[in-house]
T-cell receptor
Framework: NAGVMQNPRHLVRRRGQEARLRCSPM?????VYWYRQLPEEGLKFMVYLQKENIIDESGMPKERFSAEFPKEGPSILRIQQVVRGDSAAYFC????????????FGQGTRLTVV | AQSVTQLGSHVSVSEGALVLLRCNYSSSVPPYLFWYVQYPNQGLQLLLK??????LVKGINGFEAEFKKSETSFHLTKPSAHMSDAAEYFC??????????FGTGTSLTVIP
């Protein structure tokens, strides 16, 4: 059973471009969580999704950021018109049930905005 | 509301010495507690977790942690540090809801 797969591992974007980060949960997992890790900081919650539904997006910036988890395919975190402050590591976790007792994290996507 | 405080952003120990990384939490409900390790440019790897039952939890790589409700603590220990233990360690709390709440991390350096 493959783990949580995130791609790309590294992404470089120029200011104003769009960044699309992908997360394929573990097989059988229908709950996906996205976190952002800024340099020298811990991970901060962004959004929690189930298949085709956003359950909690209280940690998402109000503008430029969106997330989806379609019925088929990976979860996507989309950042429009990136700015330097978006440079961070973005981690995805998945679990088979709500809550974190069985959650697994991916290796993250490191976004650099130049 | 949940929150986690990790005392000491940087800890250095000699190889073979005791490792003690501190974590205190606040939670309005019985918490689930976790320790994760992050190696450079890697993701998070679960070391151990406390959900219910025995308060002394054993994890991978010889680490263990004890849930002390009266002290609202979940400190991570390892009797003898190894060079390969050098990494960033994160304590996290969850109330089984939609979020983990992470501490800001402790960077462990092991001195040969």
């Amino acid at each position: 059973n493959a783990g949580v797969m995130q791609n790309p591992r590294h992404l470089v974007r120029r200011r104003g471009q769009e960044a699309r980060l992908r997360c394929s949960p573990m097989k059988g997992h229908s709950h996906v969580y996205w976190y952002r890790q800024l340099p020298e900081e811990g991970l901060k919650f962004m959004v929690y999704l189930q298949k085709e539904n956003i359950i909690d997006e209280s940690g998402m910036p109000k503008e430029r950021f969106s997330a989806e988890f379609p019925k088929e395919g990976p979860s996507i975190l989309r950042i429009q018109q990136v700015v330097r402050g978006d440079s961070a590591a973005y981690f995805c976790a998945s679990s088979p049930v709500v809550g974190y007792t069985e959650a697994f994290f991916g290796q993250g996507t490191r976004l650099t905005v130049v | 509301a949940q929150s986690v405080t990790q005392l000491g952003s940087h800890v250095s120990v000699s190889e073979g010495a005791l490792v003690l990384l501190r974590c205190n939490y606040s939670s309005s409900v019985p918490p689930y507690l976790f320790w994760y390790v992050q190696y450079p440019n890697q993701g998070l790897q679960l070391l151990l977790k406390y959900t219910t039952g025995a308060t002394l939890v054993k994890g991978i790589n010889g680490f263990e942690a004890e849930f002390k409700k009266s002290e609202t603590s979940f400190h991570l220990t390892k009797p003898s540090a190894h060079m390969s233990d050098a990494a960033e360690y994160f304590c996290a709390v969850s109330d089984t809801g939609n979020q983990f709440y992470f501490g800001t991390g402790t960077s462990l350096t092991v001195i040969p």
